[in-house]
């Protein structure tokens, strides 16, 4: 993947009105350098997923060492990022619908995309879109390793659809993916699911090659799964997203990640043993949690749509202060905000669009 120019910062420090997204881009920096040096030797490479951040430049500062390009779940995040400049994409999802297929086909005259695939009929449209268009389109086998969402059921159901890939023109065969899921570290039976996803991708790449078909990529794997998906011998390309950023549930696994994001908000009450922070459920995402308080100690935190109520012991912080707060979610949280404020140490550097966000078409 080429390199993207960067923004200019902008001129003198910036204070931010609040509630507010906020990265630490040091924090964030050295998430990044830790993947890659987690991949280094390896032979893997990696292809962050953007869902996790929709921020072209964010997405800018995860290039470099082991990346080959970029991974979306919808076609409106690789328009936004292709857009920005990036020019390899991954849509690892099924795209069905007639116009979301013309849209991919016109992004494949701007940059190399690759999308995933389960079913003969999207992929004969694929086809005949992208022969129109005069593009080739990639495309990887899903197969469904663990989740029962989307793909494949088998080896045999793979076999017939690279069949089809290959014969039909304007596409390209580029090999599998297989989606794991976020599995935590208190998950049933957690090595016995990653090593029985593993082996459904293993045995359908096998499937495939001894069918004389190719498997240049085997795409798999996020943030909680990175060391079983580094330790295993079949998967070439891994998925991660949120290692970026970071979730606190995510802190207790054995990860060099620290937690990027934070929520900052101003205390607008304050009463005895209690103070109200004004950061609620309309910019933070809940899916796995309250958002941790930074810093500071709380007995108990309630969240509205506008407001963080959050019991705590003397001394109080002032009225008007601001103070942080880490998002359970990140992927929700971000698609909650127009912009993201950038800090480096306690300073605001920055501040930059979120421009896919709503881009889930
Ligand atoms: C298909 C797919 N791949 C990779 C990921 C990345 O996972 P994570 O953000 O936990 O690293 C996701 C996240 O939801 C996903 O849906």
Same mark, same amino acid.
């Given at each position: ?11 003198s420090?910036?204070? $931010?009105?609040?509630?507010?997204l ?6 964030f ?5 830790a ?13 962050? /997923? ?5 921020t *072209?430049e964010?997405?800018?500062? &995860?290039l470099?060492?082991s ?15 292709v857009?920005a ?8 999802n099924?795209?069905?619908?007639p116009?979301?297929?013309?849209r991919?086909v016109?992004? %494949?005259d ?26 080739t ?12 969402? =989307? ?13 089809? #890939?290959e014969?039909? *023109?304007?596409?390209?065969?580029r090999?599998i993916? @297989?989606?794991?899921g976020?599995l ?6 957690r ?9 459904? +991708? %293993? ?10 078909f ?18 295993d011998?079949t998967?070439?390309e891994?998925?991660? @997203?949120?290692?970026?950023?970071m ?7 054995? +990860?060099?990640?620290? =937690? ?6 101003? $205390?607008?009450?304050? /009463? ?17 949690? *309250?958002?941790v ?5 709380? &007995? ?9 109520t959050?019991?705590m012991?003397?001394?109080?912080p002032?009225l008007?202060? &601001?103070?942080d707060?880490?998002?359970?979610q990140?992927?929700?949280t971000?698609n909650?905000?127009? /912009?993201?404020w950038?800090?480096r ?7 930059w *669009? #979120?421009?896919?966000?709503?881009s889930? &078409?």
């Amino acid at each position: 993947m080429r390199p993207v120019a960067m923004s200019t910062p902008l001129p003198s420090a910036l204070t $931010v009105s609040t509630p507010a997204l906020v990265v630490d881009l040091d924090i964030f920096e050295a998430n990044v350098a830790a993947l890659d040096a987690l991949l280094r030797g390896t032979g893997k490479t990696v292809r962050p /997923h953007v869902k996790t951040h929709r921020t *072209p430049e964010l997405a800018r500062r &995860q290039l470099g060492g082991s990346v080959t390009g970029l991974t979306s779940s919808t076609v409106g995040e690789a328009e936004a990022m292709v857009d920005a400049g990036f020019d390899d994409l991954l849509v690892a999802n099924e795209v069905v619908d007639p116009a979301k297929i013309a849209r991919l086909v016109a992004l %494949a005259d701007r940059a190399s995309i690759t999308v995933a695939a389960d079913d003969p009929e999207p992929v004969a449209a694929l086809s005949r879109a992208a022969t129109a268009a005069g593009v080739t389109v990639g495309v990887l086998i899903d197969v469904d390793i663990l989740l029962h969402r =989307c793909g494949v059921g088998s080896a045999r159901d793979a076999i017939a659809l690279a069949g089809q #890939i290959e014969r039909l *023109p304007g596409l390209r065969l580029r090999g599998i993916m @297989g989606y794991e899921g976020r599995l935590r570290l208190t998950d049933d039976d957690r090595s016995g699911k990653i090593a029985g996803a593993y082996a459904a +991708l %293993a045995e359908t790449a096998a499937a495939l090659r001894d069918a004389g078909f190719p498997v240049d990529v085997v795409s798999a794997a996020g943030t909680s799964t990175l060391r079983e998906a580094l330790a295993d011998p079949t998967i070439t390309e891994i998925q991660a @997203g949120v290692y970026a950023l970071m979730e606190p549930e995510l802190l207790i696994m054995d +990860l060099p990640f620290r =937690c990027a994001a934070v929520l900052r908000g101003t $205390v607008i009450s304050r /009463h005895p043993g209690r103070i109200v922070l004004d950061v609620g459920r309309r910019v933070v995402g809940m899916e796995y949690g *309250p958002p941790v308080p930074v810093g500071f100690a709380v &007995q108990a935190i309630s969240i509205g749509d506008e407001h963080a109520t959050m019991m705590m012991e003397d001394p109080l912080p002032p009225l008007g202060s &601001q103070l942080d707060l880490t998002p359970g979610q990140v992927r929700t949280t971000f698609n909650l905000h127009d /912009h993201v404020w950038v800090s480096r140490g306690d300073s605001i550097v920055d501040r930059w *669009p #979120i421009t896919a966000r709503g881009s889930s &078409q």
